[in-house]
Nanobody, 120 residues
């Protein structure tokens, strides 16, 4: 099996920064795309940013120019650097990874989520 563990959430003032991390572990042969999603109270989960194994990135319009996704393939870890945070960025942030395991099965795995609260 595969486990994803997120860290780095917390309370920050508007205009501040946070860096989220998500480390994958388990029976991993390779990892394809890695993504960050978020879900605010009363809203649907939305894609924030994604990154391919080759490093190509894609961002939601609401975070372009403020958030940066990156990954360390040697550590099976994806990061989300969040700058110029706004109250509307408040949500639970989840990472997702598409993983090929040693038995060659491919599956999508989710982390447990980390709370980000932007408030003065």
């Amino acid at each position: 099996q595969v486990q994803l563990v997120e860290s780095g959430g917390g309370l920050v003032q508007p205009g501040g920064s946070l860096r989220l991390s998500c480390a994958a572990s388990g029976s991993i042969f390779s990892i394809y795309g890695m993504d960050w999603y978020r879900q605010a109270p009363g809203k649907e989960r939305e894609l924030v940013a994604d990154i391919t194994s080759g490093g190509s990135t894609n961002y939601a319009d609401s975070v372009k120019g403020r958030f940066t996704i990156s990954r360390d393939n040697a550590k099976n870890t994806v990061y989300l650097q969040m700058n110029s945070l706004k109250p509307e960025d408040t949500a639970v942030y989840y990472c997702n990874a598409r993983v090929r395991m040693f038995n060659l099965e491919v599956g999508d795995y989710w982390g447990q989520g980390t709370q980000v609260t932007v408030s003065s």
